[in-house]
């Protein structure tokens, strides 16, 4: 499918592991855009894309006990200027600029070791369940009256859990 059908928006895959005492996350991700997201880029209002992680220790006679939550965001903006599309990680600041929305999207599909809990904090032989899920959100700061009048806009897009099992 491509970027305009509205085709799959999901993580492929995921997993956390340790480097240098720190579990890092790395995954795959598909993230084919909704149009209204594609026509509010075009119209120069940014889309913020954001990875949502929550990791829990499992526990067998008591409740799971939650170990970490991160939130990765990031600012998808088309600059009419100079034709490009920067991509601003809103949790560090860098930004990068893309030719085309293709190659932007390709770049934010792979996520690449991101510090996310130290390994101190998790007890060793012990099951822990990672938990990814994305969302896409049409962030141009429109007021809610206009949002109101455009209400059949696809303001929201968000995935499905995906969820696996880490032994520690």
């Given at each position: 499918?491509?970027?305009?059908?509205?085709?799959r928006f999901e993580v492929r895959s995921a997993y956390l592991e340790p480097v240098d005492?720190?579990?890092?996350?790395?995954?795959?991700?598909?993230?084919?855009?909704?149009?209204?997201?594609?026509?509010?880029?075009?119209?120069?209002?940014?889309?913020?894309?954001?990875?949502?992680?929550?990791?829990?220790?499992?526990?067998?006679?008591?409740?799971?006990?939650?170990?970490?939550?991160?939130?990765?965001?990031?600012?998808?903006?088309?600059?009419?200027?100079?034709?490009?599309?920067?991509?601003?990680?809103?949790?560090?600041?860098?930004?990068?600029?893309?030719?085309?929305?293709?190659?932007?999207?390709?770049?934010?599909?792979?996520?690449?070791?991101i510090p996310v809990l130290d390994e101190a904090l998790t007890e060793k032989h012990q099951?822990?369940?990672?938990?990814?899920?994305?969302?896409?959100?049409?962030?141009?700061?429109?007021?809610?009256?206009?949002?109101?009048?455009?209400?059949?806009?696809?303001?929201?897009?968000?995935?499905?859990?995906?969820?696996?099992?880490?032994?520690?």
């Amino acid at each position: 499918m491509s970027l305009e059908d509205g085709g799959r928006f999901e993580v492929r895959s995921a997993y956390l592991e340790p480097v240098d005492g720190v579990l890092r996350l790395s995954g795959v991700l598909d993230l084919a855009l909704s149009r209204a997201a594609i026509a509010a880029l075009k119209n120069g209002v940014p889309v913020t894309l954001q990875a949502e992680l929550v990791v829990n220790r499992k526990r067998h006679y008591l409740p799971d006990q939650g170990v970490a939550h991160l939130v990765q965001r990031w600012k998808l903006q088309y600059n009419a200027l100079s034709e490009h599309y920067a991509v601003t990680n809103i949790n560090s600041g860098q930004q990068t600029s893309y030719p085309s929305l293709s190659t932007a999207l390709t770049s934010l599909s792979e996520i690449h070791a991101i510090p996310v809990l130290d390994e101190a904090l998790t007890e060793k032989h012990q099951r822990y369940e990672g938990s990814l899920r994305l969302s896409a959100v049409i962030d141009g700061g429109l007021p809610d009256a206009l949002r109101v009048l455009m209400f059949w806009a696809d303001w929201v897009r968000t995935s499905e859990w995906y969820t696996w099992t880490l032994r520690i």
